[in-house]
């Protein structure tokens, strides 16, 4: 008995977001990222009133990705080298 075996394509992940935190050491861009993510947090945690654990959670995740790209911005890709 002979099969022929196919195999299942393996889909690559994205890579997280890598952003500049080193931005974060100079206290004025450290205030403005701290007032913007709370102030985008407050404003979707008002609507938030009936929605589950998980739709919750990514409300918020959400108001920090964006505010941190916004704020900090993000870490330019080195080149590979090769050899």
């Given amino acids: 008995m002979h099969r022929e075996l196919?195999?299942?394509k393996l889909q690559?992940?994205?890579g997280m977001?890598?952003?500049q935190l080193t931005n974060l050491k100079v206290e004025q861009i450290e205030?403005?990222?701290?007032e913007k993510t709370d102030r985008a947090i407050m404003e979707t945690y008002d609507a938030q009133?009936?929605?589950s654990i998980e739709e919750k959670w990514g409300n918020?995740?959400?108001c920090i990705l964006?505010?941190?790209d916004e704020v900090l911005g993000k870490k330019k890709k080195?080149?590979?080298r090769n050899g």
């Avoid at 205030?31 to 701290?34: A, D, Q």
């Fill in 6 to 8: 196919n195999f299942k």
């Fill in 12 to 14: 690559k992940k994205k």
């Fill in 17 to 19: 977001k890598r952003f």
């Fill in 31 to 34: 205030n403005s990222y701290k």
């Fill in 49 to 51: 009133c009936n929605l």
């Fill in 60 to 62: 918020i995740k959400r």
């Fill in 66 to 68: 964006n505010k941190a």
């Fill in 78 to 80: 080195l080149k590979e």
